[in-house]
């Protein structure tokens, strides 16, 4: 390899990321429009909705067409696999103790004040605060933008590492479904259920959790069930896979975002796909049901007669179903247009990876506005568990914070369109073939910015039917 050919090819991958980086910055700009002049009396925007949804849209496009451009494999095979090795962490078995006895003792206090603590307060419980502020939505971006701190802190593990197990066999074709299926229960249940005004219901969930998780796990050994069915587990270690800081053999490792989602050990088998269309799709469902277009399709099915909590469910699933759909399809698409002896299935499960990244995306969205908000709550409730305060500071969140949301969803899905990019470099000999096989996916991610766009775009209300 020469001098001028290794200059020639930084020259292109720093010129594709600046017209990518300039693409994003105009797109958000003119996309924040939107957000910025959502009026709360009247929805009205200052920029038409199509020109808003075309130039996210565009966003995507551009950024696949540049990335086209990036052909050179041992460039993209030394881009995605580099890293700069940390070693252990200092007094690392401390530290993991530590960790772990910090996470029961939060179990027990949350289970504690959950019963104990004052009721029908909603957020200003530490049990509510925790589990949505704290995990859901701190400790996850924390997993996507840092590391994964769930194996430190899980407590599930500790307890159940502490007891004796039967090793029975685990069920190959069991995959991760029980983790799937468990993720969709609890999506459905947030939404029907007082889980949030009712710190008793949220704490009787978590005892039922921990009793079946633990419950399991002696039954197939914690390390099988913690990595294949406990769906806390899966949830943080793939949204992990999407940080710079990954544990290897060794210890730990530095790479560059999302560079691990170009690894072929990401995701196994189609449960793990499964799972991933799950956190791309609850983030979606639980943006539609409290918009204009969620209501009114939950008003009309409910008027003819429909239970709301099955209402609520159908949708959940119909929705999944689509996504689930959208996506075999597109593996399919992928094998006709590459022509390649690779199985529909063997596509579904490498291309599916890049999808965490926009997952991450919408997560930024829904929950960074999120956690700022109630961030002086959740301070409050911690200092004073069962006394906590009943009127605490909630923070108001500036008008451009609408520019972050959006920056959130394009950033996402302009990594997944490189991350695919590379993947497809890597399956395919032909250059040609490799760039003629993205073009399904990438008119699935194109549909998915649209929509995620035009759900951010809307006022959101609550939903209705269900307890407050």
Not at 356 to 361: K, V
Request: proline share 6%.
């Amino acid at each position: 390899m020469t001098w001028r050919s290794v200059r020639c090819r930084r020259f292109v991958f720093a010129l594709a990321v600046s017209l990518l980086t300039f693409s994003a910055i105009a797109g958000i700009a003119s996309a924040a429009n939107v957000v910025v002049g959502l009026s709360e009396d009247s929805g009205d925007v200052t920029v038409p909705t199509w020109l808003y949804l075309a130039t996210g849209a565009g966003v995507v496009g551009a950024s696949a067409l540049l990335t086209m451009f990036v052909t050179d494999r041992e460039f993209l095979e030394e881009l995605h696999t580099r890293s700069v090795g940390v070693g252990q962490l200092p007094l690392e078995r401390a530290v993991s103790l530590l960790g772990g006895t910090v996470g029961v003792l939060a179990l027990v206090g949350l289970v504690y004040v959950g019963y104990m603590g004052p009721q029908g307060i909603g957020l200003t419980s530490a049990t509510v605060l925790v589990t949505f502020v704290g995990v859901r939505a701190v400790l996850t971006t924390l997993a996507y933008t840092v590391g994964n701190p769930w194996p430190l802190l899980n407590p599930w593990r500790r307890i159940a590492d502490a007891l004796p197990t039967l090793d029975s066999d685990y069920p190959s074709w069991l995959g991760s479904w029980p983790a799937v299926g468990a993720l969709l229960l609890f999506v459905w249940i947030e939404v029907i259920a007082p889980v949030v005004s009712t710190p008793w219901l949220l704490t009787t969930i978590i005892v039922v959790y921990t009793v079946l998780t633990v419950g399991a796990a002696v039954v197939f050994s914690p390390t099988t069930w913690f990595e294949r069915g406990d769906p806390l587990s899966i949830w943080f270690r793939l949204y992990g896979a999407v940080a710079p800081i990954q544990r290897t053999g060794d210890g730990l490792s530095l790479r560059w975002p999302g560079t691990r989602l170009h690894d072929d050990d990401v995701v196994t088998d189609l449960s793990v796909v499964a799972f991933i269309l799950v956190l791309v799709w609850e983030l979606t469902y639980s943006g539609f049901i409290v918009t204009p277009p969620g209501i009114w399709t939950v008003e009309i099915l409910v008027g003819i007669g429909l239970p709301a909590e099955l209402v609520y469910l159908v949708l959940l699933l119909a929705g999944y179903a689509f996504f689930c759909g959208m996506y075999w399809l597109a593996a399919g698409w992928t094998r006709a247009r590459a022509q390649t002896y690779l199985s529909q299935r063997y596509l579904a499960i490498r291309y599916a990876p890049p999808l965490l990244a926009i997952a991450a995306g919408y997560h930024v969205a829904h929950y960074l506005g999120f956690s700022i908000s109630l961030w002086p709550a959740f301070l409050s409730a911690l200092s004073a568990p069962l006394n906590p305060d009943p009127n605490p500071t909630q923070l108001a969140l500036t008008s451009w914070f609408g520019y972050v949301e959006i920056a959130g969803i394009l950033i996402g899905h302009v990594l997944a369109v490189w991350i695919a990019h590379a993947i497809s470099i890597e399956l395919f000999p032909g250059k040609l073939q490799a760039i003629r096989s993205q073009y399904p996916f990438i008119i699935v991610m194109i549909f998915f910015t649209m929509l995620s766009l035009y759900l951010v775009s809307l006022p959101a209300m609550d939903p209705v039917y269900v307890p407050d």
